[in-house]
């Protein structure tokens, strides 16, 4: 059974960087693509970035192109995501996500291939 442990998430200023953990334990971390969502009260779990499986291919919502960037670390059994120039729209909870199949180069991702969901770390962001 896949495990996955976040950490990172905290209050910052607007403008401000942070930067998000998320440790795949229970399976071979190398089967599986990861991604990152995040959700705001009453509102869908949107997708933010993800990572296919080989770490070949990084996929981004357009909403954070150029101020996130998403990395894979197999050694570590780890992704993470850095957040740089935050703004109170990025105010949510944070989900880290694995994927066995689905989210390729080819076919991209969606939030339909991700199965296993860790718990989400809260970001907010003041003004």
């Known amino acids: 059974q896949v495990q996955l442990a976040e950490s990172g998430g905290g209050l910052v200023q607007a403008g401000d960087s942070l930067k998000l953990s998320c440790k795949l334990s229970?399976?071979?971390?190398?089967?599986?693509?990861m991604g990152w969502f995040r959700q705001t009260p009453g509102k869908e779990r949107d997708f933010v970035a993800a990572?296919?499986?080989?770490?070949?291919?990084?996929f981004y919502a357009d909403s954070v192109k150029g101020r996130l960037a998403m990395t894979r670390d197999t050694a570590k059994w780890s992704v993470y995501l850095q957040m740089n120039d935050l703004t109170p729209a990025d105010t949510a909870v944070y989900y880290c996500?694995?994927?066995?199949?689905?989210?390729?180069?080819?076919?991209?991702?969606?939030?339909?291939?991700?199965?296993?969901w860790g718990q989400g770390p809260q970001v907010a962001v003041s003004s």
């Open positions: 229970g399976r071979p971390f190398t089967s599986y693509a």
């Open positions: 996500a694995a994927a066995l199949v689905g989210c390729t180069s080819g076919a991209g991702c969606s939030r339909a291939d991700f199965a296993s």
């Open positions: 990572v296919t499986f080989t770490g070949g291919s990084t």
